[in-house]
């Protein structure tokens, strides 16, 4: 038997986690048949992932429209994923996360009664508008899963809690740690951000673009970087400035002339991921970043008050700050002029696994299948 499976994403971050998953399960065309689909709501950014993992999508919805709502991605997706779901009829469907898609192609696949496995299950805040719409989209697709793939045992508890059959949950470590060891190189080439990068400084990562930050929140995060900067030539930045409207007007309005201090759109994965390896510290909002610096001894300063993955909080490897402007600056101050807590944090263990995620999924699936695990040895 070789099972027919569909892994189905939309956006950057999914795709970056789900690209080993696809590459773990193409090692073995004797047992799955693996096919892609992406809605592509964010065109560009998914299109640098696509091309590094030379992965090619076997179908391409391609939604994205300018200043699209929720809504309107989650129907579109819901709509052209049924069209493929049908014709195609999958064994399984694999899902990533906690975005519109990951609930729309969860969805899609139930109404035609094919098994759904999510990746990255079992995340929760307990609070459904933060983050949003992430926290919602994963609840709704755990429920409508068959196959949990719980990144910690913690994100198993929460599964456990709300009555998910405890046969069906798979710890397996998280897939964001296996893409980022397969693309993390000692001697990689910089292009983008090469010119900007000064050994004689230390440099802080920025990425900031969660919704419920929208507004006061990214301001206070750039008004502290403006002002760390202003007064502390031994630091530098460069910030990420994702392409919400959101996000770019408040960033390029506060940032723009602030001295050492280096606005960049989103870049390519490769450079992004070998830039966090370079870096003293990450100041962000990112769910993801949260897993992928601890991995690299790179400590995390959290500009959330809530977060759907309190293990880093809990090893130390990541610190909450919040919004506050003086509160980042703080943060700030200790790790730079505090040898020891810097090491704290850097030197904390990753609690996000050893980069085998991905390995694990594909004998979860043959094993849960009936496809014996004797080859995947």
């Not at 956006?11 to 590459?23: F, G, L, N, Q, T």
């Not at 508008?129 to 429920?143: G, H, K, S, V, W």
């Amino acid at each position: 038997m070789v099972l027919k499976i569909t892994a189905i994403f939309g956006v950057r971050p999914e795709a970056i986690k789900m690209a080993p998953v696809i590459k773990a399960f193409r090692e073995h065309p004797d047992l799955f048949s693996l096919k892609v689909l992406v809605t592509a709501q964010h065109r560009e950014m998914l299109d640098q992932v696509l091309e590094h993992f030379r992965i090619v999508p076997d179908w391409d919805l391609d939604i994205m429209t300018p200043r699209q709502t929720l809504t309107q991605i989650t129907t579109r997706a819901l709509e052209g994923i049924e069209r493929v779901l049908a014709a195609h009829r999958p064994d399984l469907v694999l899902v990533h996360g906690d975005v519109a898609t990951t609930v729309a192609g969860a969805l899609a696949a139930y109404y035609q009664k094919i098994p759904v496995g999510h990746v990255e299950a079992g995340l929760r805040t307990g609070d459904k508008y933060a983050p949003f719409p992430e926290e919602m989209c994963r609840r709704l697709t755990d429920a409508l899963s068959d196959l949990h793939f719980a990144p910690t045992q913690w994100a198993r508890d929460n599964l456990l809690r709300e009555g998910i059959d405890p046969e069906c949950i798979f710890v397996t470590g998280n897939t964001a740690i296996d893409a980022l060891l397969l693309t993390v190189d000692s001697g990689y080439r910089f292009g983008t951000v090469g010119h900007v990068l000064d050994r004689e400084r230390r440099l802080i990562v920025v990425d900031v673009h969660r919704r419920e930050n929208f507004g006061r929140g990214i301001r206070n995060v750039c008004e502290a970087v403006a002002e760390a900067a202003v007064r502390r030539p031994d630091i530098y930045f460069i910030f990420s400035v994702h392409k919400n409207p959101e996000v770019e007007e408040i960033a390029r309005s506060v940032l723009a002339s602030v001295p050492r201090v280096h606005l960049f759109e989103p870049l390519p994965y490769p450079e992004w991921a070998n830039l966090l390896s370079r870096a003293y510290l990450i100041l962000t909002d990112s769910g993801g970043l949260q897993e992928e610096a601890p991995s690299l001894g790179t400590p995390v300063l959290l500009c959330r008050d809530t977060t759907e993955r309190p293990e880093a909080i809990q090893a130390g490897t990541v610190r909450m700050v919040g919004t506050d402007k003086q509160r980042i600056l703080s943060a700030l101050d200790l790790l730079l002029d505090s040898p020891e807590e810097y090491h704290r944090m850097s030197r904390a263990t990753n609690p996000y696994g050893d980069g085998k995620a991905s390995s694990r999924i594909v004998k979860a699936v043959a094993s849960r299948f009936g496809l014996g695990l004797e080859s995947l040895k």
